[in-house]
């Protein structure tokens, strides 16, 4: 295959998603000269599926997460496509955008921001000279293009570009999931929690929304059947009537009982004991994040695309159900697919600084802290339940997260970023990660500016540089 050479970058951003847009951006504006390449034919990535942006606040509903992400939330806030940050009692937060004008308004900010950016592109090589990445290749159309850069940014969530540079890294803690299920399970009384067989990573979901949804028909069912929102004993978190009946946009999870109903007439064998669905700024449209495969390895595309065409056949079996059993869904369509299959959990590198439980518990904001967040801890486990549990006020990401311990020229920000399974589980949201982003970007761009390691980059004066812009660093 024909090779092109593409040029010198100083930054380069492997993944348009949700961390791997502000990173751009942020680089772009600290003047290095920027790539962004894209798998998809779009920006977007999880951020493009309409499900709600979780951790902007915290549980004391402290702002956590700002920056870029509000400059844009504040834009479709004028004309009614973003809720902006709502207090949610089971998640903290909520902030509901649409999905297509936020695809459309980060876009222009990439292009006014002098991105490049590329689409359809599939990451081929990475190349190393003396533990430093210098040089990567990738597909797109018939060509195989060739790039040197300065530094890369791994925002494809999977630490792909980590993977191919060699970056140690971790997938998975089955002890510690297995740890979970039987801490919350002693206070479980209305659910089996199963769990894993390989006890690896949280199961991955395609999120779909549905329009021409009778609102005030499903709104009153809510308000006469509190059972079907009430949260299994051992959450301690439950939903109150002040945000399910008057906050503009809602995030909840119900219908147990038409579950049941529905698996005895054989209409319904998705393991699940609940679907959790969310407004969307179009009237009468819901996104819904209730799809759900068990054991599979996000990082195998062979296994990825038999659970994509599984995930395929549940949102047709979900959208029935939904018409025939739920109050207020009788008429609704089937609206939007997700582009592409859903991972909660893969690689996590191993960083020069890792966020671990014992971080979480203590509350901990460091010194050299870069993004926060502000959400629960979730994980979606292998039965058909959650580990759900309150984590009481906004926690920090310190910088070392993002920085791989044996490979320089490097940062990791998303999900993939330094963590044990249990901070994942709090960080591994939109909001956390679209503030990683932000501090990915800023950090590469100061480590061109000034010609150094990213791993010798100054955080206070990296700190100076997000606060100016926006981001939240501490409270
Ligand atoms: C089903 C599901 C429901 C969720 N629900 C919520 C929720 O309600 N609220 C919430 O806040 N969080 C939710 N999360 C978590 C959250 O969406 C993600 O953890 C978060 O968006 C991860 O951000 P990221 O930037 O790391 O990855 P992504 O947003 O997935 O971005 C990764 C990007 O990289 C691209 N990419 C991947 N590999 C390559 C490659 N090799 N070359 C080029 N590009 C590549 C992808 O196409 C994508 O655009 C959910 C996750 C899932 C899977």
New binding site residues.
Partial sequence: MEHKYLGYYDVVV???????IPAAIKAARGAAKTLL????GC?????S?G?????TLDRQLNKVVGGIVDEISNELKEDNLSFGDLRCPMHNSITVMSPWWYRIVATRKCVEAGVEVVYN???LEVRVNSGKVCALS?LAGNFIYDVDLQVVID????A?VAYLAGADYEMGQPEMLEGLVAQQAKNETRYDIGHSKKGKVQP????FSLGGVDTETFMQYLKDHPETYKSPAGYGMHYDTEYLFNSPAI?VTCFGEFIEEARKNGDFDIPRDRVIF?TQPNKNEYVI?ATRVVDVDPTDPIEMGKATNELTRQVAMLTRFFRKYCPGFKDCFLANVAQ?T???ESRRIIGKKMVTKANIDALEIPEDCIAMGG?NCDVHLSGVGLYFQPIERGVGVPYGAMVPQNIDGLLV????ISVDSYALAVL????P?LAL?EAAGAAAALAVKQNISVADVDVKELQDVLVKGGAIVRL
């Fill in positions: 492997v993944g348009g998603g949700t961390a791997g390449i894209e798998r998809e920006l977007g990535g999880m951020m599926t499900i709600p942006v979780l951790g592109a599939s990451l990738f925002a494809t969530g999977d792909t991955v979901s395609l999120t995030y969310a994040n592409f859903g991972a909660r959400y920000t998303g999900r993939a591994r949201v939109m909001g990660c982003g």
